[in-house]
């Protein structure tokens, strides 16, 4: 157990709807991270929060948001869903924001009919 | 453009044989090499952080290495239960803090 949790473990929905997913970092984890898997594609960065604030932004939709809150965890917004979103997605969480080592929750398996 | 390659993308070892899983990357300036294993549909579990050439870390059966160019994975006299996908990733030395993955070895270990 990474000490990351994420809710819900599963979400089945229709295309054009909107989800939250949401993750509870590590305690004492500043940082959080959210990464798409999918299978033709591997792991995909898509944003990164470290108390708070945005930090980076890998290769994340128009129609994906995200934020932190102040008890850091965080929630990711998908929105106009596609049948192409279906993927797993991945929080991750680090103590610090610099290079370091991720630790990553279970994930939610989010499918999109 | 930075990159990431693992090989083989899939390894069928017997119980007891051992074998190298590869990690080659592009990145100059690396700040880090990261291995993960990672089982069918769940997260990746963290298993060794490299930071610099020549440095090594071992657990278990499982012992990284790090060059220049690449990492291995040595995986000495497996199990069974050390079936799953081994993931490699690297934090380049660009601005932000992400990871890039590569898309990983998945590992049988028959018994």
């Known amino acids: 157990d990474s000490g990351v949790t994420q809710t819900p473990k599963h979400l089945i929905t229709a295309t054009g709807q909107r989800v939250t997913l949401r993750c509870s970092p590590r305690?004492?984890?500043?940082?959080v991270y959210w990464y798409q898997q999918s299978l033709d594609q591997g792991l995909q960065f898509l944003i990164q929060y470290y108390n708070g604030e945005e930090r980076a932004k890998g290769n994340i939709l128009e129609r994906f948001s995200a934020q932190q809150f102040p008890d850091l965890h965080s929630e990711l917004n998908l929105s106009s869903l596609e049948l192409g979103d279906s993927a797993l997605y991945f929080c991750a969480s680090s103590v610090e924001d610099r290079p370091g080592t991720q630790y990553f929750g279970p994930g939610t398996r989010l499918t999109v009919l | 453009e930075d990159q990431v390659t693992q090989s083989p993308e899939a390894l069928r070892l017997q119980e007891g044989e051992s074998s190298s899983l590869n990690c080659s990357y592009t990145v100059s300036g690396l700040r880090g090499l990261f291995w993960y294993r990672q089982d069918p549909g769940k997260g990746p579990e963290f298993l060794f952080t490299l930071y610099s050439a020549g440095e090594e870390k071992e657990k278990e059966r499982l012992k990284a290495t790090l060059t220049k160019k690449e990492s291995f994975l040595h995986i000495t006299a497996p199990k069974p239960e050390d079936s799953a996908t081994y993931l490699c990733?690297?934090?380049?030395?660009?601005?932000?803090?992400?990871?890039?993955f590569g898309t990983g070895t998945r590992l049988k270990v028959l018994a």
């Open positions: 305690s004492g984890d500043l940082s």
């Open positions: 990733a690297v934090q380049p030395p660009s601005g932000t803090y992400k990871y890039i």
